[in-house]
C-alpha cells in the first residue's frame, strides 16, 4: 500500500474553497460535510489527531469525534467508511480512510444533495466514534 500524502488532497481545493465557510460551520449541510471532513483531515497531517483513539491509533491532542459522528449521522454512508478507524492499525491505514472520505464526498456531484438546510451541530454530536483524553502514548495497552 502506497503512502497518502498530504499532496494528494490539494485536488479537493476547488471544493473546499466554494463550501467551507471562514468561520463557523456553514449554512448547508454540503458545506458542514466538507468542514468537517477538512477538519479530520487537516488535524491529522498537523496534530496526528484521529476521530477515535479508544482502539489501534493514539491521537491524542485533539476530540474530533464530534466531527466523524456528525458525518456519520447526516451523511449516506460516511458511517461505513469512518467505522474503519476500528480495524485500522496503522497510520496507512487511517490515511486511506480519509482518502476514501474526500474522494467519496469532495466534489460537486455528491454535495449537490446536501445542498439542504444545516442540520444539528458538527461540532457537539454524539455517536460511536470517542475520545478518551486519559489515554497515555507511554501507557501499555
Not at 57 to 62: A, P
Not at 69 to 93: H, M, P, Q, S, T
Not at 103 to 125: G, M, P, R, W
Request: with cysteine; glycine share 4%.
Amino acid at each position: 500500500m502506497n503512502k497518502i500524502e498530504w499532496e494528494y488532497f490539494n485536488k479537493f481545493e476547488g471544493v473546499i474553497d466554494k463550501y467551507m465557510e471562514t468561520q463557523g460551520e456553514g449554512e448547508t449541510k454540503a458545506s458542514q460535510a466538507v468542514t468537517a471532513i477538512n477538519k479530520l483531515i487537516y488535524k491529522w497531517y498537523y496534530d496526528g489527531d484521529v476521530y477515535d483513539n479508544t482502539c489501534y491509533l493514539t491521537g491524542w491532542l485533539n476530540d474530533l469525534s464530534s466531527y466523524a459522528n456528525w458525518l456519520a449521522k447526516y451523511i449516506e454512508g460516511a458511517r461505513d467508511i469512518l467505522d474503519e478507524v476500528f480495524f485500522a492499525k496503522n497510520d496507512d491505514d487511517y490515511e486511506m480512510i480519509l482518502k476514501n472520505l474526500a474522494d467519496t464526498y469532495l466534489n460537486e456531484e455528491t454535495l449537490k444533495q446536501y445542498e439542504t438546510e444545516a442540520e444539528d451541530s458538527i461540532y457537539d454530536c454524539e455517536g460511536n466514534y470517542e475520545f478518551n483524553e486519559h489515554i497515555d502514548d507511554d501507557e501499555e495497552w
